[in-house]
C-alpha cells in the first residue's frame, strides 16, 4: 500500500472522529512538516497507540522528531538525497510520567515499519493482559542494537529463536518478565552481542554449549530461573567476559576449570545452585576478580587456599557449602575484602587473627560453625563492624572477659578460662548437655567422680605415707 494511501486513510479516520487538533495535527503530516517518512510516522503512532493509555497522542506529538518532541523518543537524520528523519530510538517506561501504558498493551506488528530503530526499550508495561514476543517481527530490523524488554510480569512464552536474526545485536535484556522455555541455542550467531541478561524467569533446560559462540559478551546473566545441566565449559571462550552471574538455577556438576582463563571476569556468582567440590585450582589465574560468590553449594571440601592469592577480592561468600577444616590464613592477606561469609559451614580449629588486621573489611559471618579457642580481634575492629560481625553458633569459642567491656556488643561467646592471659591447653569439645562453661573446661577439670585430680591427690598420699614408713625403718637400721 503506497504512503499516500495509508495518509489519505488515516485522514479519513481523523474526520470520522472530527477533533479540530486532529484534523490540524494529519494537515501538517500531509504538508510533509513532520520531516519523516509518512509510512513510518503512521507506524509510529500504532506502535505508541497499541502501548499507551492516552489515545491523543499523535495528536499531541504530531512532529515526534522536531516541533513536538516525546522523551521516549530520539530521530535521526537519514542518508536519503533528501534527508529526512527516522525513528531511532523507542522508549516506553515509568520515568515517562505521562502517558503510561494502557492495562491491555501490547506489541504492535507495526514495529516493523520502524526499520531504522537502533534501541527498543519497555519497561513495566505489560503488567496485566497475556503478552508474548511475536517470533516474526525481530528478524527485520538491520539496526536494531539494543534490545530491552524489562520487568513486565504478564510477558510470557518462550524466547523466539528469530531474535538470533538481527545480527546487529549489542544489548538483549528481557530481565524480570514470566518468559519459559529453553535459551534458543541460535543465539550462539549473535557475534557482536555484549550483553545478554534473562535473569528473573521462568526458563528451563540446560545452558546451551554453543553460547561459547558469543565472541565480543562482557555481561552473561542467566540467575534466577530453573535451569539444569551443568556450567558449558564453552564459557572459557568467551575472552571478554567480565561479568558471570549463574546464580539462583538448579545447576549440577563441578565448576568448569576453563573459567580460570577469563582473565577480565570481575564478578562470579555461582550460588544457590546444586555444584560439588572441588573449587579447581585453575581459579587462581582470576587476578581482576571482585566478587565471588559460591554460597548454598554441596561442595563439601575445604576452603582452597589459593583464594588468598585473589588479591581483588572485594566479596567472598562462601556459607552453606558444607566446608570443612580450618579458614585459610591467606584469606587475611585479601586487603581490599569487604564482606567475607563463612557462615553455616562445619569450619574448625580457631580464627585467624589476622583477618582483625583487614582494613577494609566491614562484615564478617562465621557464624553456625565448629570453630573454638580465643576470638582475638583488635578493639578497634570489633567496634567498626558492631552487629555486622557474627559469630554466632561456635560452642568452642570464647573470648577474655576485659577485651570487649567497653562495647555494646553481643558476640554470644562465654568468658576464656584464665582471661588474664592466652591459654593454650586442649579445650573440651563434647558438645553433650550442659552449660557453656563447662564444656570450655579444660579436660583435666571435667567434673567426673573419678577426675584426674582425685587419682594424682590418692598416688601423692600414697607416697607420703610410703616415704614416711621407709624414713622410720631406715632410723631403727641407724
Request: overall charge negative.
Amino acid at each position: 500500500m503506497s504512503p499516500p494511501l495509508l495518509l489519505a486513510l488515516f485522514f479519513l479516520r481523523i474526520l470520522l472522529v472530527g477533533s479540530t487538533a486532529e484534523q490540524s495535527a494529519i494537515k501538517n503530516l500531509t504538508d510533509g512538516a513532520s520531516g519523516m517518512d509518512s509510512e513510518e510516522l503512521l507506524g509510529l503512532f500504532e506502535v505508541v497507540s497499541a502501548l499507551l493509555e492516552n489515545p491523543n497522542w499523535p495528536q499531541m506529538h504530531p512532529h515526534p522528531c522536531t516541533d513536538t518532541p516525546w522523551p521516549g523518543i530520539q530521530c535521526e537524520v537519514g542518508q536519503e538525497e533528501v534527508p529526512i528523519f527516522h525513528v531511532t530510538k523507542l522508549h516506553i517506561g515509568p520515568d515517562i510520567a505521562n502517558p503510561v501504558c494502557k492495562t491491555s498493551a501490547k506489541l504492535s506488528e507495526s514495529l516493523v515499519r520502524l526499520p531504522y530503530l537502533k534501541t527498543l526499550s519497555i519497561f513495566s508495561c505489560f503488567i496485566i493482559s497475556t503478552v508474548t514476543l511475536p517470533p516474526s517481527l525481530f528478524g527485520t530490523f538491520s539496526y536494531l542494537e539494543q534490545l530491552v524488554i524489562k520487568s513486565n510480569p504478564s510477558l510470557s512464552g518462550e524466547i523466539p529463536p528469530s531474535l538470533a536474526e538481527v545480527s546487529t545485536l549489542k544489548v538483549l535484556s528481557l530481565s524480570q518478565n514470566s518468559l519459559q522455555g529453553r535459551i534458543p541455542k541460535e543465539f550462539g550467531r549473535l557475534d557482536s552481542l555484549m550483553q545478554l541478561d534473562l535473569s528473573y524467569n521462568d526458563l528451563s533446560g540446560e545452558i546451551p554449549d554453543e553460547i561459547g559462540g558469543l565472541r565480543s559478551l562482557t555481561i552473561l546473566d542467566l540467575s534466577q530461573n530453573g535451569l539444569q545441566g551443568q556450567v558449558p565449559y564453552t564459557l572459557g571462550q568467551l575472552q571478554s567476559l567480565q561479568k558471570i552471574d549463574l546464580s539462583s538455577n538448579m545447576i549440577v556438576g563441578t565448576i568448569p576449570p576453563h573459567i580460570g582463563i577469563l582473565s577480565m571476569l570481575v564478578l562470579l556468582d555461582l550460588s544457590n545452585n546444586l555444584l560439588s567440590g572441588p573449587i579447581p585450582e585453575a581459579l587462581s589465574d582470576l587476578k581482576e576478580l571482585e566478587y565471588f560468590l559460591v554460597e548454598n553449594n554441596p561442595i563439601n571440601t575445604r576452603i582452597p587456599m589459593f583464594l588468598g592469592s585473589l588479591t581483588k577480592l572485594t566479596v567472598l561468600s562462601l556459607a552453606g557449602c558444607g566446608f570443612s577444616g580450618p579458614i585459610p590464613t591467606s584469606i587475611g592477606s585479601l586487603a581490599h575484602l569487604i564482606t567475607l561469609s563463612l557462615d553455616r559451614n562445619r569450619l574448625s580449629g580457631t580464627v585467624p587473627p589476622n583477618l582483625g588486621a583487614l582494613p577494609n573489611l566491614s562484615q564478617l559471618n562465621l557464624s553456625q560453625n565448629l570453630l573454638s579457642g580465643e576470638l582475638s580481634f583488635p578493639e578497634e575492629f570489633v567496634n567498626r563492624l558492631g552487629k555486622r560481625l557474627d559469630v554466632r553458633g561456635n560452642s568452642g569459642l570464647c573470648t577474655r572477659q576485659d577485651q570487649y567491656k567497653n562495647l555494646s556488643l553481643n558476640l554470644d561467646t562465654p568468658p576464656c578460662l584464665d582471661s588474664d592471659k592466652p591459654s593454650n591447653r586442649s579445650w573440651d569439645q563434647d558438645s553433650g548437655t550442659g552449660t557453656d562453661y563447662q564444656r570450655l573446661k579444660p579436660s583435666l577439670y571435667d567434673g567426673k567422680g573419678n577426675s584426674n585430680a582425685s587419682v594424682v591427690k590418692q598416688r601423692l598420699i600414697f607416697l607420703w605415707c610410703f616415704g614416711s614408713n621407709l624414713f622410720v625403718i631406715l632410723m631403727v637400721f641407724v
